[in-house]
């Protein structure tokens, strides 16, 4: 049976590597009993196995990882790393909730010269559901964060879910820990579990278009 998605790639990954659940738990830090119910069994992929194996496992392409594009095995990087911060011109995240996730390429469309602020890199935005916060055409820098616990209670971020990618204003449920609200002033707010987030980044900065 062929396995798909998030948790059949990093299935993939560990069969590559010629690993098994116990040898990739102690690899990656993570507990035997949490990467096997998550791989194995019925659980879903959490943000931590996602960012231990992009953090160990650096011949891994995380795009690959996430989103299955491109190929699993990254790119060799040069000795020489261009200067400035990586921008994704066709990098497209909603700025709304998306059915489906357009292809971007694995490379960035060039590198750029601004005052980062802790981003690690840049896209425009599609969609007007932050708007008048965010435009659609803005560009915005995003930083990864390590864990969803860690989220700023009303901060902007980029939520990546196995279905979309999309910018919202996040905030903890009140009476549910597990689950984290996603609002934007023009569509009706609504509920994640934090066990679907694949991967979070803060916006850290925007550059409005004019």
Known sequence: ???????????????????????????????????????????????????????????????????????????KKNDTKPAGIPYYNNLPVAAGQRDNIDQFGERPSEYISIPPQGAEFFFPVSGNSMEPEINDGDIVGVKRVARSEGIVHGAVYMVV???????????HDNNDPN????????????????????ALFRVVNRIETL
Not at 161 to 171: E, H, L, Q, V
Not at 179 to 198: A, G, R, T
């Open 1 to 75: 049976m062929i396995r798909r998605g998030l948790k059949g790639r990093v299935s993939e990954i560990f069969k590559f590597k010629g690993i098994n659940v116990n040898r990739a738990s102690k690899m990656l830090g993570i507990p035997q009993r949490t990467l096997n119910r998550q791989v194995n069994e019925d659980g879903n992929v959490g943000m931590e196995v996602v960012y231990a194996i992009i953090d160990n496992f650096q011949d891994i392409s995380p795009l690959w990882l996430l989103l299955g594009e491109g190929d699993m095995l990254a790119e």
């Open 161 to 171: 879910t196995n279905d979309a990618r999309m910018i919202k204003r996040c905030y």
């Open 179 to 198: 689950l984290i609200w996603c609002v934007s002033p023009n569509y009706p707010s609504f509920p994640i579990h934090k066990n679907d987030v694949c």
